[in-house]
């Protein structure tokens, strides 16, 4: 294979860049060029295309979002919109394709394989966690870190009032990234789509605290399990507590990768092109301390579940 492309689609994650880097490093040091796609799949319809050189890497592993920017595209999701970005690849001698991505970027990649033969891996890229076939994306560790030391902040000022707060995280369909920062950050609750909950009981279990001593408390919520502001104000008429809420938004996706995604990042970015070079196609992912290889569409066919395990650790804990 001698000539590759790679993009980032969907929402951005930490991370992104050092997985951009291990793809062109990797492809640059097997005698491949490197093309770019700047905006993701909208970027691929318009021919938004650029050289990669190893000079134009330097320095991005620490950096966060996308240096080739990311956009969604309703476009692409559409027969016609996938043959234009399939011609602009085929039209620049592109044999293989790199998307660095989450769920719906895997069934864009997904398209371009099946339907116009364009050999195509899937780095994971979400800090939703969702995604089948790996154990871990890019992102997500740092989107846990950034909310933890959030949590953290605010632990320091519910004790300084006697209050509780409602922290609104991330995750409208997957309580992975809830959980790990309610974990990590010593909260009380965890609200997430997975399990059922009563706002009435944790309400109640909130009251018995304060009368044993406890003077604030932590409740995480993934943003598809409840709207923190709503649970802020039920659990404030259930206890008499002065309750606030905080949605953390997209602070989560932003800041520099930890030390672990930059690791994930490069490791999954030259798999991927490893993959390429061996006229394969699939999903580069990570279980235990090993990179693995499944098919693009274990994205969607299977669905990651959570770990009940740890989610009783959490209510556990939290007593």
Request: hydrophobic residues 30%.
């Given at each position: 294979m001698k000539t590759i492309a790679v993009l980032t689609s969907g929402g951005d994650s930490p991370g992104?860049?050092?997985a951009i880097r291990g793809v062109v490093r990797t492809a640059?040091?097997?005698?491949m060029e490197v093309i770019g796609v700047r905006r993701g799949y909208a970027g691929l319809i318009e021919g938004d295309l650029i050289e990669l050189r190893t000079t134009w890497v330097s320095g991005i592993i620490r950096e966060g979002g996308t240096k080739l920017l990311t956009a969604r595209s309703e476009e692409f999701k559409t027969p016609a919109g996938q043959r234009k970005g399939a011609e602009t690849l085929k039209a620049r001698g592109v044999e293989g394709l790199v998307v660095i991505g989450g769920n719906g970027s895997a069934h864009g990649a997904y398209c371009l394989h099946q339907k116009f033969g364009?050999?195509?891996v899937l780095v994971p890229s979400s800090i939703d966690n969702d995604l089948a076939?790996?154990?871990?994306s890019i992102g997500f560790q740092t989107a846990v870190n950034t909310a933890v030391e959030a949590i953290d902040k605010i632990r320091d000022t519910a004790v300084s009032h006697d209050r509780v707060f409602v922290v609104e995280v991330m995750g409208r369909e997957a309580g992975f990234l809830a959980l790990e920062v309610a974990l990590a950050g010593g909260?009380?609750?965890?609200?997430?789509?997975e399990i059922p909950f009563s706002l009435t009981k944790i309400g109640i279990a909130i009251k018995e605290?304060?009368?044993?001593g406890k003077v604030s408390s932590i409740i995480v919520v993934a943003e598809g399990a409840a709207k923190g502001i709503a649970v802020a104000a039920e659990i404030e008429a259930i206890t008499g507590a002065d309750t606030r809420a905080t949605v953390l938004g997209h602070v989560q996706r932003g800041?520099?990768?930890?030390?672990?995604?930059r690791i994930l990042g490069v490791r999954l970015g030259a798999a991927a092109v490893e993959l390429l070079a061996k006229g394969q196609n699939g999903m580069v992912g990570i279980k235990g301390s090993e990179v693995v290889v499944s098919p693009i569409e274990t994205v969607w066919?299977?669905?990651?579940?959570?770990?009940?395990?740890l989610y009783e650790l959490a209510r556990t804990l939290s007593q």
């Open positions: 992104m860049n050092p640059v040091a097997a005698g364009i050999a195509t076939g790996t154990d871990v909260a009380e609750h965890v609200l997430i789509p605290g304060h009368e044993r800041g520099s990768p930890c030390a672990t995604d066919r299977k669905k990651k579940t959570i770990d009940k395990d």
